[in-house]
């Protein structure tokens, strides 16, 4: 028996994560285990037509696909008699069965059967405006309220599934429009009839206690909801009033938990050893910086996690909070409190920190604070929209950062994007013509034979290519000689000599290591 098994090793099941429950199964029964199963790679119109929903969701059960020869079926328990037996009896066939994580399937399956009812329920609501009057069917409302919020439970959760950052609601003249964004990329989704937009927009306000009376000013809040038992997410929702009604945006702020220090964070070669340096430093400003949406925030996260030893004291000043780390204090921007990056930026000082975490230098005082901040001691970490490294230390200068400030200050900065990963299930290898531009604007020799990588589309990427991001970056250390730049008010960047002395790489020579690894092709990089 398999508990049995676990005994014998000294596990405790009852101790176990689904995770470790499944990989130890899949070792004990010698079934394959698909711990990537997602919305995209199931076929629903063969599942439909083939089982009955009542024989799926009984067993707990989804089949994957059919050949002449078998039946592949994703099952949760290996040791299912009755559902071996009932198989049997569907098909003639040689039955494969493969372990997926229960908590999977029941998602899975409640995208498949579930979306349909409540899309239907979702458009058959009126608009309140068209056909509500002084009596109100108080079980009506009750039936769309419920229909509503499962509706919009389905939307976040098959967003997660599929990796979507942020979900678009948008209404037009007849409809509303579901889109999510995907790798940065915005993808449609689904439309609704554009009578359920009150409905809708009435349940994301109750979601995060905003004035659903309000529809003329535009509104921001947030709420929390956890997927069968798993680790909170945190949704951020914007909503604009538009000529067709209420327009709304959920950021999904689903921290990737595999990044957890700078060794799990994949960064390139060139900047992981100058990051490394950074952060050794005891007092002074680490910047990352880069466009809204680059992976700054992660960054930060995989930075604090490194240096956070336990014997230190770190506090940060976000907005919002999006990645939880344990064992810091972390506070968030307030602005109907009075709370901003300034003041509270003020107030962590009067903490005893021994390092800061600024969520976005935006303005001339929260920069001044900062760098007398790390002047009198403190490590800052904070981060910048700019788009190279060296631009950075301008930037600074035009929010009125004294040069003699900044010079004593700033310790480094990091400068980054992200660009879409090359499916690893559909890639394949191409050759670089001699005569292909991508050898002029990567300064690759024409008699180099270079072989990189393109995705031909398939299932798991949606036919696009691409599945995921990867991190692309700059490192500048601000050496002495910098230091001495930025005093005497010099260009960096007309220094190449002084640049070389730390052998300074640009985003480009990041990129072409990224695409020679087989990660990326040159139609992400080439504009970079």
């Known amino acids: 028996m398999f508990n049995s098994y676990l005994e014998e090793k000294g596990l405790n099941i009852e101790q176990l994560s689904e995770v470790e429950l499944y990989k130890h199964m899949s070792v004990y029964t010698n079934l394959p285990l698909i ?18 929903e009542d024989f799926i969701k009984k067993y707990n059960c989804l089949p ?3 050949t002449e020869e078998k039946l592949r079926i994703a099952v949760t328990n290996y040791n299912n008699y009755e559902l071996s037996t009932q198989l049997k009896l569907y098909c003639t066939k040689k039955i494969e069965m493969v372990l997926c994580f229960k908590s ?32 109100v069917d108080i079980d009506e409302d009750l039936r769309d309220e419920k229909v ?25 003249r007849d409809f509303i429009y579901i889109k999510f964004r995907i790798d940065g990329v915005i993808i449609d989704y689904e439309k609704v009839n554009i009578d359920a937009l009150s409905s809708i927009m009435t349940t994301i306000k109750l979601f995060c206690n905003l004035d659903i009376a309000e529809k003329r000013k535009p509104q921001d809040g947030q709420f929390s909801i956890s997927q069968g038992g798993e680790d909170e997410v945190n949704i951020r929702v914007a909503i604009i009033n538009s000529i067709y009604g209420e327009k709304s945006t959920l950021r999904i702020l689903n921290a990737d938990k595999s990044i957890s220090n700078l060794e799990s964070l994949n960064i390139g070669k060139y900047t992981k050893e100058k990051l490394k340096r950074m952060i050794t430093k005891r007092k002074g400003i680490v910047l990352v910086t880069g466009a809204t949406g680059s992976g700054k925030s992660t960054t930060l996260k995989a930075v604090l ?3 956070n030893t336990g014997d230190i004291s770190i506090i940060t000043i976000e907005d919002p909070v999006e990645n939880k780390i344990e064992n810091i204090v ?11 990056f300034a003041s509270g930026l003020r107030s962590i000082l009067r903490l005893d920190p021994d390092i ?20 009198t001691g403190h490590m800052v970490y904070a981060t910048l929209h700019t788009n190279t490294a060296i631009n950075t230390v301008a930037r600074l200068k035009d929010m009125g950062v004294e040069k003699y400030l900044l010079a004593d200050s700033l310790e480094g900065i990091i400068n980054q994007t992200l660009v879409k990963r090359v499916c690893p299930v559909c890639k394949v290898p191409v050759t670089l013509p001699k005569d292909s531009i991508y050898r002029k604007i990567f300064n690759i020799p024409e008699d180099e034979e270079f072989v990189y990588y393109e995705g031909s589309g398939c299932p798991k990427c949606r036919n696009t290519g691409y599945s995921g ?49 087989g990660l990326t092709d040159f139609k992400e990089v080439m504009y970079l």
């Open 104 to 135: 999977k399937i029941k998602y899975l399956l409640a995208s498949i059967y579930d979306k349909t009812d409540v899309l239907g329920g979702i458009n058959k609501i009126k608009s309140a405006t068209a056909t509500r009057s002084k009596l």
């Open 330 to 340: 972390q506070t968030e921007v307030n602005v109907k409190a009075g709370v901003t």
């Open 148 to 172: 509503t919020k499962k509706y919009i439970n389905n939307i976040i959760r098959e967003a997660i599934l599929s990796r979507a950052s942020d979900i678009h609601i948008n209404p037009e």
């Open 64 to 66: 994957l696909y059919e």
């Open 356 to 375: 800061i975490m600024i969520g976005e230098i935006r303005d001339e005082e929260t920069a001044e604070i900062a760098v007398r901040a790390a002047i």
């Open 469 to 517: 991001r990867i991190l692309v970056s700059e490192a500048l250390l601000i050496t002495d000689d910098i230091k001495k730049l930025i005093t005497s008010n010099q260009a960096i960047d007309e220094r190449q000599d002084i640049l070389d002395l730390q052998e300074f790489k640009v985003l480009k020579d990041d990129a072409l290591l990224r695409v020679r690894a």
């Open 35 to 52: 711990d990537n199963l997602e919305i995209q790679d199931i076929d629903i119109e063969f599942i439909q037509a083939k089982f009955n």
């Open 305 to 307: 996690n490194t240096v």
